[in-house]
């Protein structure tokens, strides 16, 4: 969904919309949306600077870091994002950018893509590392099973030889 900033005021233009989860590509292997995306906010113009607020919601479903099985994790994030014209960006890249300068995007066109911004949300939000349970075993590093569910009986009899020393201290 796009907001036109030619209908954006110094009064707040409200927001409420519904992103279907197939309009949202996360690019990211192992993780997709479960739901779709609801976006609640506000947009408004403040000295020739757009600032768009709100809260987003969704759910995702993603991949244990240890043995990739499937997660659901609901996301409801609060964000914030500014806009500014090319021109007003270009005079500030002579100049240092600093603190604030830093979160400011450069608009592109006539209107605020709000799919963009609730992509770039849900990435930024996305933990490094999600385990299905605190104590998952993982993935066997021999045969590839799920260690949570079943016992594979591999042995690792290979011995790093920098640790071989440690076998005769018994």
Do not use: Y
Request: with cysteine; net charge negative.
């Amino acid at each position: 969904m796009l907001i036109d900033t030619q209908t954006i005021g110094t009064s707040a233009k409200t927001f409420d919309v519904v992103i279907p989860s197939s309009e949202i590509d996360l690019e990211s292997e192992g993780d997709e949306l479960a739901d779709n995306v609801k976006l609640v906010g506000k947009a408004k113009s403040v000295a020739g600077k757009f600032e768009v607020n709100g809260t987003l919601t969704t759910e995702l479903n993603v991949a244990c870091a240890r043995c990739l099985e499937p997660i659901a994790l609901p996301m409801s994030i609060a964000f914030e994002a500014r806009f500014v014209p090319p021109e007003v960006f270009d005079a500030a890249v002579e100049h240092e950018l600093e603190g604030e300068a830093l979160t400011v995007d450069v608009l592109e066109g006539d209107s605020i893509d709000l799919n963009a911004i609730a992509r770039e949300q849900i990435l930024l939000n996305l933990p490094e590392q999600l385990f299905c349970h605190p104590d998952c075993k993982g993935l066997c590093e021999k045969c590839g099973a799920n260690r949570n569910l079943i016992d594979c009986k591999c042995i690792d009899e290979e011995i790093d030889p920098r640790w071989a020393a440690l076998a005769d201290l018994n």
